[in-house]
């Protein structure tokens, strides 16, 4: 009864194996235990995983915080986690820095901003996300009119990736604050991404 609050912390060293997501999973889809935040943050997490997670986030009605930080995720977790957020109506806020996800994982989340409404904060830092990734994000955030904060500093996003989100941040009127903080611009690219800043209302971090 009531809400309550899961954290399991990286800092205790804990193994997170499939036995440990198959028991987040069932507490997920549980009608009685309401979890509404759940920090999950270096516990060795794999992909594999990370599959239980997002089965459990389809149908879940209650958790708004999710942190997945510091494991090892790659593209095929991300790939998991981003469709399970595609039918999802409650999480606000996911936290994935520090793992694998790349390119092809940032290009799953980018499909996933196009149709969820809900999530407002995404932290992708320290993903070895390229220009790839970054573009499919930025031309996504065309569309979406929820998300509000984009952490997508110390990856290794070049100048392409530096326009794409020029261009998007100029029609985009809902992102409040993005970091690039650094990725792999040039001075021109970087020049340009501060000669737009009077234009747009996003605190840019470059």
């Known amino acids: 009864k009531g809400s309550r609050i899961v954290s399991l912390r990286g800092t205790m060293k804990t193994q997170f194996g499939n036995l440990a997501a198959a028991a987040f999973k069932r507490a997920l889809q549980s009608r009685v235990t309401k979890v509404t935040h759940l920090d999950l943050c270096n516990t060795s997490m794999t992909s594999s995983c990370v599959i239980s997670l997002a089965e459990a986030l389809q149908s879940n009605i209650t958790l708004v915080r999710l942190d997945l930080s510091c494991n090892s995720i790659d593209s095929f977790g991300a790939a998991a986690m981003a469709n399970g957020l595609k039918s999802n109506r409650t999480l606000?806020?996911?936290?994935?820095?520090?793992?694998?996800?790349?390119?092809d994982g940032a290009a799953q989340f980018a499909q996933c901003l196009r149709s969820n409404r809900t999530l407002v904060y995404l932290d992708l830092i320290g993903?070895?996300?390229?220009?790839?990734?970054?573009?499919a994000i930025a031309q996504a955030l065309k569309s979406n009119k929820t998300l509000t904060h984009l952490q997508l500093g110390w990856n290794k996003v070049g100048d392409s990736g530096a326009v794409e989100f020029a261009d998007t941040l100029l029609c985009n009127k809902s992102l409040v604050f993005l970091s690039l903080k650094c990725n792999q611009f040039s001075e021109s690219g970087r020049s340009m991404l501060k000669q737009i800043k009077p234009f747009i209302s996003c605190a840019l971090r470059i």
């Not at 606000?92 to 390119?103: F, K, P, V």
């Open 127 to 135: 993903n070895s996300i390229k220009c790839l990734g970054a573009a």
């Open 92 to 103: 606000t806020h996911l936290q994935l820095r520090g793992n694998h996800i790349s390119d």
